[in-house]
């Protein structure tokens, strides 16, 4: 009984020891595996050979990066509903009557080709230039109340001052304006018209418009040219309250006529020059009703017409 009672002891050591035995095998079994699987991971991995500098390498100039190109949103495209001179490119050119306004052109094309070009070119080859600048001097100081009136529209205080004076020394020393005493005098003139006035306080053309004889125009333009200014303009007033529209209708012909002989050298010139006549026109009158509104010159600096009064008003704190 003794001895079996000994044995039982004995065995349960030797299965304590087997168990602690078994376990510490397999741990590290285990860790060896570990072991190696982290060497095998380290063996085959091919980043540590990529990262090396190659042996040849002399070293290559680095290219710096290139800054990303800002992509435009639209949002400095606003405003294309004012259909204003430049905006209304990128709307069909502002021209949806174009067949239209083609056929105009070419019908205004063919009476300056065989009546009004022949006609201002011997005007301007006969006439002396004297002669020339007293008639357009005269015919403008009978606008020069339209020019005041919308000067003064405009909030245009300095220039409406020199349309004031312009128009008191060429009617009295100037004759009625037939000597430009006051261009002779330093005092510029300039030009303004209700199209110009609408522009400034942000109306847009509207769209392109191509009239018979008249020529190129807009919504905007017409509206001004003879629905308004001919309310502003006292001499026209006078001839048609006192019937004399005959004589209204030669003054309007001789400034049509006159401002045609001053640039048909330079049509020619544009349509020698030009592919589409048509365009080259419509894009010429544009510019130069856009430098008109913003009352700037052909190179685009400010137009004559400010006076003296207007420089010390400014210079006021």
Known sequence: MSNNKRRIPDRNFAFFHASVFGMLLLLSVLASTEARAASYATAYDMGIFLNQPHPFDVGVAQVPPVAPVPVDDGGELDGLDDLTPDEDESAGNGDPLEPVNRFIFGFNSLVNDFLLSPLARGYNSVTPDFVRNSISSFLGNLSSPVVLANDLMQLEFGRAYRTAERMLI???IGIGGVWDAASWMGRDAHTEDFGQTLGSYGVGEGFYLVLPILGPSNP?????RFGVDTYLDPVGLWLNNTDRE???WARTGAEGFTDYADIVTDLDTLEESSV????AVRNMYRQKRKAEILNQDADGGA?????????EFEDIP
């Open 170 to 172: 060429n009617s009295t």
């Open 246 to 248: 005959d004589w209204q």
């Open 220 to 224: 905007r333009d017409a509206v001004g």
């Open 276 to 279: 589409d006549f048509y365009a």
């Open 303 to 311: 137009s004559s017409g400010a006076s003296s009064f207007e420089m």
